[in-house]
């Protein structure tokens, strides 16, 4: 299977300091990290390597240091990584990101071959949004598939798959034809370790890197800020929410109050009821 | 690309002596694997710190170009503190305006980072988050390898160098070295608080790059053996306290965290820090017991440089720039076994024990090995009875209170005399013979 993920390295925001003065972010000396949510989908991609053979492909549009994170990716055991790096990228939205990277995996499958699969992260923990992912699938006429807890079934030959999908009040079961862009659930499975071969062939190997002209882009007011019609009009720090939070408690005992708590939060969101019975029914 | 898992020489470990001996090796042309347990070099170091420019200089002359440096140090100040207030040496001079200074600080993690980048610029290959488990021997004991917490067969070199900080928990698994005698470490704590640049200049009467450190002990430490420290970085200042770990035990009544809440409230130091937020928090270990406790430093197929040898020296606490040299020098003495093609065995890495005698590490060294016996004998007196008395004394000298300046000398004499008696010529003999 030809597989390829889009990665993004960003500030780990665990580690995003507020300048006590200022209440600027200060992103000066930040450590960077793949994007969480990736990591899932670069998981997904290793174990469908491992069972039905191919390679995996992770692909990257950021500045040059971002081959760190994709040499990061080759150390959990992808194949090779691409970066597509270029000034004029600088400032993308999500638009301007989807369209830079639908190119860049165009160009990787002139020489590879058309991916049966996309993964990408369900979103960003620097920009949340979830938009690249749909942009790519849309872009290259892949069938989408997002918040995917599993992949039940997947068969190259006849270029299908089975997913679990997960919807607001329940768990769809979506069969579709490949190719196609997956997003992975958080949780859903936890990137593995790599070999000492794989480090040390990642800590070897060459990140290919591409700009702007070398992937086929001409025209370049697609992309950077240009090519980025979202307009950022204010950063504000949240509000406090409305909802507030109770605590339950009960005098006779822990499962007593284990029952008070459910109860008091099927209370609230009596949805929830049908939907667990129906996920256990599942099971 | 090759992808055959055998090198010229493995070190264990990304800090100031493994970066040393990987960038030294790697620029010689050897095929260097260097493995890291942290995710990068520096994520596992403590923060802030004082960088020798010299040992540096030896190896990257024009590093002030690019390593990542906090300031330069104009001022040092030495404090001996009572629990109101201190009395010290403060030395400053504009000399230290020079074009190459000499001292600066730095913030470990920044720093680390750089150094160990420079060592792949050299050639040498670097793993990260992987951490060496033991060493690997054929059949006479050799040293032939590494394994590691990944899966695989091993790592494969002709050398292996212990570069692997005070823990060195490889060497001690592979019954190279003994464990740590709780005399020998100290326990340091450090943390980094955040201030607007122009604070601390105006705060530190500094300007530019400038720098200022203080070094304090005394009534802090609460008689254990002990010192504490305060450095300014460009837009933070590291605080840390340090103790031997046989004195925190046995005295068993405060942590090193509590310590360092007290000197932090401390008179003297609580409005240097006022106003700041408190980022990143740090524990870690010094190698402290001098010359004595240096333990073996090469056998067949390893050897031992930094912390891991334990090369500091506590006295003018230096570490970071022993660890570069020992680094160094351990691999110009595998450069050279290696380009006369003989083997890495005990008695060819000998040469590694004759460069260091001939440097200043080993003269350093031996010129303090008896101050870690005398302070664990005398750590009480030094640490809390002699500040208090400095204190004591320097309070009745300046006070104007209508006694006369020569019932103020009795007076201090008296004070010094009351504490200590004939103790007090026993403890200068003692510091003398020490300091020899
Ligand atoms: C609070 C404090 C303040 C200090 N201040 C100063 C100062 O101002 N100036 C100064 O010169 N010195 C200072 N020192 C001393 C200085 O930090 C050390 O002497 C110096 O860091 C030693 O360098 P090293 O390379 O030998 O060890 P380390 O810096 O400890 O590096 C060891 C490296 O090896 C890695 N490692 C360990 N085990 C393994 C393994 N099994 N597998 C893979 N990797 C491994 C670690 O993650 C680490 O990166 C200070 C020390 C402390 C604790």
Redesign the pocket.
Known sequence: MRIFVCIKQVPDSAQIRVHPVTNTIMRQGVPTIINPYDLFGLEEALRLRDRFGGEVTVLSMGPPMASESLRKALGYGADRGLLLTDRFFAGSDTLATSYALSRLIEKAAEEQGMPHIVFCGKQTIDGDTAQVGPGIAQRLGLSQLTYVSAIDAVDPEQGTITVRRRADHGVQVLSSRLPAMITMLEGSNQIRRGTQNDVLRAARSDITQWNAAGVGIEDLSLCGLRGSPTVVKRVFAPSVRSEKATIVSSESGVSATASALIEAILERQPALETDLLEQASGY | MSNTTRFDAIV???????NAAAYTMARAGLNVLQ????EY?GS???QG??L?ADALEQMIPDFREEAPLERHIVEQRIWMMDDKGHTGMHHRSDDYNEERPNRYTIIRAQFDKWFNRQVRDAGATVLYET??TDLLRDAQGRVIGVQTDREGDGYYADVVVL????NA??GQRSGLRPELRAEDVAL?V?EMHFLPQETIESRFNITGGEGVVIEAMGTITEGMVGTAFLYTNRESISI?I?CLVSDLSRVGKCSPYQLLDRFKAHPSIRSLLEGSEMKEYAA?L?PEGGYRAIPELAGDGWIA????GHF?NAVH?????L?MTTGRLAAETIIDLHRQGQRCTRQALGAYRKRLENSFVMKDMKKYKDVPRMLEKQGSTIMDLYPRLMNGAAQTWFRVDGRDKKAKENAIVKAAWHARGLGLLGDAVKLARAWR
């Open positions: 264990v470990g990304a800090g100031p002596s493994g493995i890291e347990r942290g070099a596992k170091n403590v710190a004082i020798y951490t060496v570069a692997e900080g005070v928990l490889v340091a450090k840390g340090g870690h010094i440089v930094g912390d891991a500091v606490r230096e570490g970071s720039n660890a």
